[in-house]
């Protein structure tokens, strides 16, 4: 069985940065043809798709996060990672990853808190 689990995140205040980074793991498991992405859940809103990468190492970005964030990946070592910086209080959220499609079982999450 597949698992995700998500690190890096934390109290930062606003203007600072993370670097979140997803663990992807499971015998034969290998996310090399995966177009994986990072979403976020606010409390009260639903999850959103805040950065998103190719099997082929192409990117996109949610507009808020744009020149922010920056989705990255290792397919050796079954990873993927997620610079931020310029935190704003409304990145606030839970981050988790998971491919394109979601249907990979949801890791736990990491909280990032933006707040002086």
């Known amino acids: 069985q597949v698992q995700l689990v998500e690190s890096g995140g934390g109290l930062v205040q606003p203007g600072g940065s993370l670097r979140l980074s997803c663990a992807a793991s499971?015998?034969?498991?290998?996310?090399?043809?995966?177009?994986m992405g990072w979403y976020r859940q606010a409390p009260g809103k639903p999850r959103e798709l805040v950065a998103a990468?190719?099997?082929?190492?192409?990117?996109n970005y949610k507009d808020s996060v744009k020149g922010r964030f920056t989705i990255s990946r290792d397919n050796a070592k079954n990873m993927v990672y997620l610079q931020m910086s310029r935190l704003q209080p409304e990145d606030t959220a839970v981050y988790y990853c998971n491919t394109d499609l979601r249907n990979l079982n949801w890791g736990q999450g990491t909280q990032v808190t933006v707040s002086s």
């Open positions: 990468i190719t099997s082929g190492g192409s990117t």
């Open positions: 499971g015998s034969g498991f290998s996310i090399y043809a995966m177009n």
